[in-house]
């Protein structure tokens, strides 16, 4: 038996072929080892780093392609099973970043950060328990006398000289809830249970996104940093210009939005009640909620209620067709540069593009969301695409 040493504390054993009867790959393992004794030194005990592997070799390349195809369907994979929770998360901060105004007024003017949230969060739920307990009422008396006046259209729709009743004849519209009713209890009931867990899956998305909202808009200092920070030391006062500007236009955006959708639903009850169209109050709250999805919202809104104002009379629903156009040039030329200023600089064109992407991708949230999202694409593309490109 033979030992090697390089040191009196380290020593490695080797055993002969002949004592141990080993034989083949033994002894290739027992030269190793008596190289490794060689290699193995007071600086580098584990000796010296061997060459690098070729990465250019036809394994190689191989087997990073086949690892980088296999992480990129699993990150596809787990971003689809979670796309629901990432779409209320990025509109829970979409709405952080526009009350994120709100508290910087009031922060600079003394209050702490967390007292200003509180403050912030408990005026928007005032307002928006302050709208429902306006509408909730005049919706239910609204829908009350709906149902109470509908033995009357059936009557009217059986009349063939009125024009509910032509519309009748044309479309077959009682024809059609004739049919949708006969076709039994089981189905109406599915049709009731299927809406039932739809107003229960929009209440549970619409109190995470509250909650997620509040957490985020108290930590919303902290997350700047977080994200600023990932960004390089040399370019990182220049990343936090840029990302305060694309802050600055989304919190411009939201307020000024939500307070142009207040106003059109205003206007449009006050016009119904000058007009006596039936159910203005729930004509309404429905246009205000359409004007707020940009470019489409408005006039969708205003198409379906001139369409409503026919139960009244033609002059009726062009009057209501009239007053929607003269709206919208009020909202577009005085209202929106007048609100939202100059914050958010989009071209028409990039504006119908980027709501019509967004609604295809996810739905309102996405037709909400487009606008401020091109502003923060046209930005960057701005200040950083074109500049390296006129450069290169």
């Known amino acids: ?4 040493a390089n040191d009196p504390g380290r020593s490695i054993v080797v055993i002969n072929e002949q004592e141990s009867g080993a034989v083949g790959g033994q002894s290739t393992v027992a030269a190793a080892e008596v190289i490794a004794a060689q290699m193995s030194t007071e600086t580098s005990p584990l000796g010296r780093p061997g060459r690098p592997w070729d990465r250019r070799s036809p394994f190689w390349v191989g087997m990073a392609g086949t690892a980088g195809v296999a992480v990129m369907v ?3 994979a787990a971003v689809v ?3 629901s929770v990432l779409v209320l998360m990025g509109l829970s901060m979409f709405l952080a970043i526009g009350l994120e105004p709100a508290v910087s007024w009031l922060t600079g003017r003394g209050l702490r950060r967390s007292a200003a949230v509180v403050v912030v969060v408990l005026c928007a739920g005032g307002v928006v328990g302050g709208f429902l307990a306006v509408a909730i009422p005049v919706l239910v008396e609204q829908i009350t006398q ?7 259209y059936l009557r009217s729709a059986q009349d063939h000289s009125s024009l509910l009743g032509r519309l009748n004849d044309q479309f077959g519209i009682q024809r059609n809830l004739e049919q949708s009713f006969s076709q039994g209890g089981a189905a109406i009931a599915g049709s009731v249970l299927g809406a039932g867990l739809a ?5 549970t998305s619409g109190l995470v ?4 909202t509040i957490y985020l808009l108290a930590d919303l200092p902290r997350i700047r940093s977080g994200v600023y920070r990932m960004a390089p030391a040399s370019r990182r006062p220049r990343v936090i210009l840029m990302g305060d500007e694309i802050f600055a236009k989304v919190g411009s955006y939201v307020l000024g939005n ?3 959708s207040v106003i059109a639903g205003t206007f449009t009850t006050v016009w119904l009640l000058i007009l006596h169209v039936p159910y203005a109050a729930l004509l309404g709250i429905f246009v205000a909620l359409l004007d707020l999805v940009p470019v489409v919202g408005a006039p ?5 209620v001139s369409l409503l104002a026919l139960t009244v009379s033609l002059p009726v629903a062009i009057a209501t067709g009239a007053f929607f156009v003269a709206y919208h040039l009020f909202e577009d030329y005085l209202l929106v540069p007048r609100i939202i200023g100059g914050a958010v600089k989009v071209p028409a064109l990039v504006t119908v593009v980027a709501v019509l992407l967004g609604a295809t991708l996810l739905g309102v949230v996405g037709a909400l969301v487009a606008i401020p999202l091109a502003a923060a694409a046209i930005l960057l593309l701005r200040e950083v695409a074109l500049p390296r490109l006129d450069r290169s």
Not at 1 to 4: A, G, L, P
Not at 146 to 152: D, H, K, R, Y
């Open 1 to 4: 038996m033979d030992t090697f």
């Open 74 to 76: 699993g990150l596809v």
């Open 81 to 83: 099973s979670v796309s």
């Open 146 to 152: 709906l149902v109470a006046q509908l033995p009357g």
């Open 199 to 203: 107003v229960f899956g929009v209440i």
């Open 209 to 212: 996104v509250v909650v997620l």
């Open 258 to 260: 939500l307070l142009i």
């Open 300 to 304: 969708i809104g205003g198409i379906l």
